[in-house]
């Protein structure tokens, strides 16, 4: 069965203070890597897809890196607005479009 | 262009009614996933559709089913509400197989509402 544990479970960061996220993944030929970004009371907004080990993306102050086991998400120097919930799911070869997704990390930036 | 649409927004069932949420995915996209949200087990896969046809199936019971029509458009139906079905109702669209990489963003609506009393 494929697992996704995403740590940690809630971060507080001040404006301007870098970070990461993590993601751990155990899953019987991934696919790919899916990163989302959710506001309270909204669908999950797609940020990036990671396919293989090495893969890096980039959009604004994130960046997502891939390996073998887990993905991280760094956030550089955060602002207010990117305060919500980042979820990471995994999709299998196999599977169709069917995401496996963790239980979030609710980031709080203060200003 | 539009993005994966939803309706109803928010609903308040009775426990023992039946329920239908319909999605209408992004233009050009022919496969539809249905996810259920809440608080305690996160975002759960219920199924996907591609080209009418069911293609994947999570765990959940049968009271919980779904359609897809020719226009790709989705529906979900969940019958016999029990308590413990009040969630955050969310569809997925994607272009679907064999469109390469770029075809497999997969874009989530916002999402229907469903409390049930």
């Known amino acids: 069965e494929d697992q996704v544990t995403q740590s940690p479970e809630a971060l507080r960061l001040q404006e301007g203070e870098s970070s990461s996220l993590n993601c751990s993944y155990t899953v019987s030929g991934l696919r790919g890597l899916f990163w989302y970004r959710q506001d309270p009371g909204k669908g999950p907004e797609f940020l990036f897809t990671l396919y293989s080990a090495g893969e890096e993306k980039e959009k604004e102050r994130l960046k997502a890196t891939l390996t073998k086991k887990e993905s991280f998400l760094h956030i550089t120097a955060p602002k207010p607005e990117d305060s919500a919930t980042y979820l990471c799911?995994?999709?299998?070869?196999?599977?169709?479009?069917?995401?496996?997704f963790g239980e979030g990390t609710q980031l709080t930036v203060n200003p | 262009k539009a993005g994966v649409t939803q309706t109803p927004r928010y609903l308040i069932k009775t426990r023992g009614q039946q329920v239908t949420l319909s999605c209408s995915p992004i233009?050009?996209?022919?496969?539809v996933s249905w996810y259920q949200q809440t608080p305690g087990q996160g975002l759960q896969f219920l199924f996907e559709?591609?080209?009418?046809?069911?293609?994947n199936k999570g765990n959940f019971p049968g009271r919980f089913s779904g359609r897809q029509f020719s226009n790709s458009r989705s529906e979900m139906n969940v019958s016999t509400l029990e308590l413990g079905d009040s969630a955050l109702y969310l569809c997925?669209?994607?272009?679907?197989?064999?469109?390469?990489?770029?075809?497999?963003?997969?874009?989530f609506g916002e999402g229907s509402w469903l409390t049930v009393v």
């Open positions: 799911a995994v999709q299998r070869e196999t599977s169709g479009s069917r995401l496996t």
């Open positions: 559709y591609f080209s009418e046809t069911q293609r």
């Open positions: 233009s050009g996209h022919r496969s």
């Open positions: 997925a669209s994607s272009l679907g197989p064999g469109q390469g990489l770029s075809g497999n963003t997969i874009y």
